[in-house]
């Protein structure tokens, strides 16, 4: 599902770091090594579909690296 952030992402938390993140090869070999995180938080966003609306966002984050692959885990209103 394609998404397009509008604004700031609010009520960020981790949810996993180091071994934890099992993608992390992937992550590695498509964006370079670091040390990565799987992160999660709330933000007004568009979906493809073009609805706007407010949503549980996932994503990974490296230092050096930057957010990759947001994904919508569940859209509140």
């Known amino acids: 599902m394609e998404l397009e952030i509008l604004g700031e ?5 981790t949810i996993a770091t180091g071994r934890g993140v099992y993608i992390r090869r992937y992550l590695d070999r498509t964006y370079g ?7 999660k ?29 947001f994904k919508v885990k569940r859209v509140i209103s």
């Open 9 to 13: 992402i609010e009520d960020v938390e």
């Open 33 to 39: 090594e670091g040390r990565w995180w799987k992160m």
């Open 41 to 69: 938080g709330f933000a007004t966003v568009r979906l493809s579909q073009g609805a706007v609306c407010r949503a549980e966002i996932h994503w990974f984050e490296a230092h050096g690296v930057g957010r990759k692959d």
